[in-house]
């Protein structure tokens, strides 16, 4: 019975694992979308602020949305595909995803909540 219970924990955090790095793979594509889309967020914000040459007047939201930022994102997700490979246990590697995922989501607040209107 035991084996059997540990057996199917282990499956609960490869699925976990696998939902993780999924999760991690939509977040650096929708990433990918801010970036590709910098020349029309411009637009937007030199309508909503003509005196600035800085992305919705924020210094913040003008890095967040950069090739450079993208890369750094982008580097994260490689190193936490790299990471499977080299011998880290599974929960260790569940909870490196966790953070990572973590992390750019709280990237993403930052960056959209000076953005906000109604804060």
Not at 61 to 75: C, I, R, T
């Amino acid at each position: 019975m035991h084996s059997r219970e540990v057996r199917g924990f282990r499956r609960l955090q490869t699925f976990c694992n696998l939902i993780l790095l999924v999760l991690q793979l939509i977040t650096v594509a929708a990433y990918w979308g801010l970036v590709d889309a910098r020349p029309q967020y411009m637009a937007i914000s030199e309508g909503l602020y003509p005196d600035s040459e800085l992305l919705m007047n924020s210094q913040i939201a003008e890095w967040m949305v950069s090739m450079p930022a993208f890369l750094a994102v982008a580097a994260l997700f490689l190193g936490g595909i790299a990471k499977e490979f080299i011998g880290i246990s599974k929960g260790r590697r569940i909870l490196i995803n966790l953070a990572l995922l973590i992390l750019l989501v709280a990237m993403f607040g930052i960056a959209a909540f000076p953005l906000s209107p109604n804060v």
